[in-house]
């Protein structure tokens, strides 16, 4: 190819199943690649932050060794417009992670929010890079909106999920793609019995400790189902099935009408919305993905 076209990479959401991203760039870097630019919706929006900034070495470092604890502790509970203010996490990031202006960094970079107001797409492409990454990852019933220039916004799933366009509008010829969503409808729906209340199953341990407070106070409700064989699913089930609906519906949407040229599916739907603590799996699991797309990239004259 006589031409070397300008690669564009859009990284999309998924909560901790994100953490996939990481392993499909090192595999992709492996494999000969270097991407002009760099777009994110949710956590692609955070990975795609410090591949932008020569970060991402670090970040898996520390994504490798998270403990369920450390999680746990970086959610600040409220209740004032989600259950997690988010303020923990990023305090975490701008102490451990250089913070720069978006126009400062060697690749073009913007990630996708929702304007809360409107529901409109929104680019972030400048200003500070945390600040946008704060923005896109605000997905709501969990975090809190972020206040972006006077808007309330969200996060960028819900009307983005893989911004292939974003890539495309800022210059990318050809796009590769990353979709954590797949498969993943009623993973986490689980039929449940009900049982003694001291020997009932908790959910898994992470959400449970993020639930506690709120599963406290529901389970003492005189609710209409106590004395029935079968009780509905978990708040948190009905959460995470909720949030996998909408993320596969809008992605197969957004892909069908926008396809980028190379797309990588890796199969994560063994992954809680918010196991992060499980990153190494995911970091594999991107790699593996990266392997079975070698032969599109090689038809592409992408690599040797």
């Known amino acids: 190819m006589s031409h070397r076209p300008i690669l564009g990479l859009a990284l999309g959401s998924g909560s901790a199943r994100g953490w996939a991203h990481i392993g ?8 000969g690649l270097r991407f002009a630019v760099v777009c994110g919706t949710s956590i ?19 994504v490798s060794g998270l403990k ?18 988010g303020d923990r996490l990023m305090d975490f990031f701008r102490a451990h992670f250089r913070d720069r202006a978006i126009g400062e960094l060697g690749q073009t970079y913007a990630a996708v929010a929702t304007d809360l107001a409107t529901g409109r797409e929104v680019w ?3 200003g500070g890079l945390l600040e946008a990454v704060r923005a896109s990852i605000a997905l ?15 996060d960028g799933g819900l009307v983005n999920p893989v911004p292939v366009s ?10 590769i793609a990353i979709d954590l969503n797949t498969n993943l409808v009623g ?11 001291s020997n ?23 609710l209409p189902w106590r004395d029935k064989d079968e009780e509905p699913p978990s708040l948190f089930d009905t959460l995470a099935t909720s949030i996998n609906i909408m993320q596969v519906q809008i992605s197969r949407s957004r892909l069908a009408g926008e396809p980028p040229d190379v797309l990588i599916t890796p199969r994560l739907a063994h992954l809680g919305l918010l196991e992060f603590h499980r990153g190494r799996e995911a970091i594999a699991e991107g790699r593996r993905a990266v392997q079975s797309v070698l032969p599109q990239l090689r038809e592409l004259e992408l690599i040797g």
């Open 24 to 31: 499909a760039i090192r595999a992709l870097e492996e494999a």
């Open 166 to 175: 974003l890539a495309r509008a800022l210059g990318a010829e050809i796009v």
């Open 187 to 197: 993973r986490h729906l689980r039929p449940r019995t009900r049982a003694p209340a």
């Open 124 to 126: 972030l492409r400048e």
């Open 68 to 85: 369920i604890k450390e999680v746990v502790g970086f959610f600040d509970l409220t209740l004032n417009g989600g259950m997690i203010r």
């Open 44 to 62: 692609g929006a955070l990975i795609g932050a410090a591949y932008a900034s020569d970060s991402l070495e670090r970040l898996e470092s520390w």
């Open 200 to 222: 009932r199953p908790t959910e898994d341990s992470l959400a449970a400790a993020l639930m506690q407070r709120l599963q406290t106070g529901i389970q003492a409700l005189p």
């Open 140 to 154: 709501p019933g969990l975090f809190t909106p972020a206040l972006h220039n006077g808007r309330w916004l969200v």
